[in-house]
């Protein structure tokens, strides 16, 4: 009966895992990611590689842990009474309720040992000459091969790749792979770069991978990365990180892009520009060869007004006009023999990069192009040779073979001289008269000056 009537009116309380787990949370969720600086102390590693130690400073300290998979990038081992920095997230551990920092990053204070080793790296390759403009060898604006030294498996090769397939697929492409972090990476980013030399196929190198912390890029930092950057023979690209991020790669290589995608961009024509100038240069050589032929045409044309002997002149032009015709149909000849190889060779390239749909497409394009080319030859020619023969047929108006043809005849003296006048032969003169189909030869009996000539008999 008492228990009925007086009821427990205390608020309810927590349990102790509750009150540990929301703590947890608040933790978390106001701390996102801090630095703390202090002096370590505490400091243990046990079988299982993850670390345990404490922050302090005057007056408090903080518990932290350091996972192995984090704490495997640390190039230099902390030890007791180190001056330190962390990066880190705040949290509690709920089993002991103590208050502590998940720890992701550990450097010394001050600048931190990294960065004192990267200045200190490149003040002194500075001072030996290895970044001088000076020195760099210019990188190839239309690579005939392209080397990439990087990951296989990262986002670096497949950014790489993507660009140079939507520029320029028909350059060639060499992976010489390596890891790109941690202890191993700087020997086999410098024997990736004597391999590429020895192989001697690649005329550019792009050398880099994508983002990461300072420690996750640091094999860029090393001095024999850098030394084997600065002697490789083949011009270098170095494309590490982010566009923020600066490494001594970026220093010694030849040039310097912020991206793995933009050392692509950098090192590749694009296949869209080259095609648009192939075919401004084809519009203006055909340009060029229509105002050749109209200035020849012309040309021709007023050395016919020229004419002094027909015959003469319409051989030796009707020569040259054949002249023309052989040189222009060896000029148009190669130019398509010309376009013929390179679209061969173009298209033994792209078979080793494209698609077989796309080949075909491209083989249909070049034979249509062909077809065209032949058909303009055609009618070059055609236009060269309807010019020809209108050329002879007014020649032909005012030759005096046409004239003799009509009845008129050339008369000639024995010595071969033109007779204009009666006055010019006296009678039992031999001369002779040229007409249309023959030669006459007769005697002058008389001559009477002042008729025309044509009561005149001759034998």
Not at 261 to 277: N, T
Request: hydrophobic residues 40%; glycine residues 6%; charged residues 25%.
């Amino acid at each position: 009966m008492v228990n009925d009537v007086f009821q427990d009116t205390r608020p309810r309380a927590l349990s102790v895992s509750e009150l540990n787990h929301q703590a947890r949370h608040l933790l978390e969720s106001s701390f996102m990611q801090v630095w703390v600086e202090g002096e370590l102390s505490g400091f243990s590693r046990p079988s299982s590689g993850h670390w345990y130690f404490s922050l302090k400073d005057r007056k408090c300290q903080i518990r932290c842990a350091m996972f192995r998979g984090l704490n495997q990038r640390i190039r230099a081992i902390p030890k007791e009474g180190d001056q330190v920095r962390i990066r880190g997230k705040v949290t509690l551990y709920e089993n002991r309720g103590d208050f502590q920092i998940i720890a992701e990053h550990i450097e010394p204070a001050g600048l931190g040992e990294l960065q004192l080793a990267f200045d200190e790296l490149k003040r002194k390759l500075q001072a030996e000459g290895l970044f001088d403009a000076g020195r760099k060898k210019p990188v190839p604006t239309l690579p005939t091969h392209i080397g990439v030294i990087t990951s296989p498996t990262g986002a670096a090769i497949h950014d790489i790749l993507t660009v140079l397939a939507r520029r320029c697929p028909a350059i060639p492409v060499t992976l010489y792979p390596t890891t790109v972090q941690g202890q191993p990476a700087t020997a086999e980013i410098v024997r990736a770069i004597n391999l590429a030399q020895t192989h001697g196929v690649a005329d550019v190198l792009i050398i880099g991978r994508g983002g990461g912390s300072l420690e996750d890029l640091w094999c860029f930092n090393e001095e024999a990365v850098a030394r084997a950057i600065a002697a490789c023979t083949i011009p270098t690209v170095s494309a590490v990180g982010h566009e923020t991020d600066v490494t001594i790669a970026d220093f010694v290589a030849d040039l310097r892009a912020p991206t793995p995608s933009a050392a692509a961009e950098k090192v590749s024509p694009d296949q869209r520009d080259m095609l648009r100038q192939i075919n401004d240069r084809e519009l203006r050589l055909t340009n060029a060869a229509n105002r050749a032929l109209q200035r020849l045409g012309t040309k021709l044309e007023h050395l016919a007004a020229r004419l002094r002997d027909p015959r003469r002149e319409l051989l030796e032009k009707a020569q040259r006009l054949d002249e023309l015709e052989l040189r222009l149909g060896k000029i148009m000849a190669q130019r398509l023999d010309r376009s013929q190889v390179r679209s061969a060779h173009l298209a033994q390239r792209l078979d080793m990069q494209s698609p077989r749909k796309q080949l075909a497409s491209s083989r249909e394009a070049l034979d249509r192009s062909a077809t065209q080319l032949d058909n303009a030859v055609r009618r070059i020619l055609a236009k060269a040779q309807d010019r020809l023969e209108h050329t002879a047929g007014s020649l032909n108006v005012v030759s005096p073979l046409a004239t003799l043809g009509r009845g008129y005849a050339i008369v000639r003296d024995s010595h071969g001289h033109i007779i204009r006048n009666a006055p010019d032969v006296a009678a039992g003169d031999s001369i002779s008269a040229h007409v249309a189909n023959g030669t006459i030869t007769a005697e002058v009996k008389s001559i009477n000056p002042k008729n025309s000539g044509l009561e005149n008999s001759a034998n």
